[in-house]
């Protein structure tokens, strides 16, 4: 009986010695199984390292390039300040000459009225001259005949 006790055990020893060799077996299996997906799972996470690396350097230029453009519209917003100014100035010069626009006209007026009263004259010595020609003509002639009489 005793033996059979002991067969019992020893089978039971053995039974659980297998059961353990195969649970170790199932373990070294289980735990080849994570270590290939811990490794994939960390080469992804390398790849997404990268890739974020990557997008940061492509971001950091964007950047660069956005406050290129920014300083360049602050410089052309600077120069149209300027020209602004330049207008203003324009404006109010206009401004003065338009001012002076009443003035300009009453002299313009003015000197309408004395052009008109010059072409009053200028049509008086029009007629003036015209009488002195046909008396220099009368003179020429008068002239020609005492030649024609006195030459011996």
């Known amino acids: 009986m005793e033996s059979d006790k002991l067969n019992k055990i020893l089978a039971s020893m053995q039974e659980l010695e297998k059961r353990v060799v195969q ?4 373990i070294a299996q289980e ?3 994570a270590n ?4 994939v799972v960390l080469v992804l996470l390398a ?3 990268l890739l974020n690396l990557h997008f940061m350097h492509v ?3 964007e ?4 406050i290129k453009d920014m300083v360049s519209m602050h410089e052309y917003f600077g120069q149209v300040a300027e020209r602004m100014n330049d207008m203003t100035g ?7 000459d338009i001012k002076l626009m009443p003035v300009i006209n009453a002299q313009m007026t003015d000197m309408n009225k004395d052009v008109s009263g010059m072409q009053a004259s200028l049509a008086g010595m029009t007629a ?3 009488a002195m020609h046909q008396h220099v003509g009368s003179i020429n002639q008068e002239s020609a005949a005492w030649r024609s009489i006195s030459v011996p």
């Open 23 to 26: 649970g170790g077996l199932t």
């Open 63 to 66: 950047f660069r390039t956005m």
């Open 128 to 130: 003036n001259v015209a």
């Open 59 to 61: 971001m950091t230029q």
């Open 31 to 33: 735990r080849a199984k």
């Open 90 to 96: 324009y404006v109010a010069n206009m401004e003065e």
């Open 47 to 49: 790849c997404l390292a």
């Open 36 to 39: 290939a997906v811990i490794r």
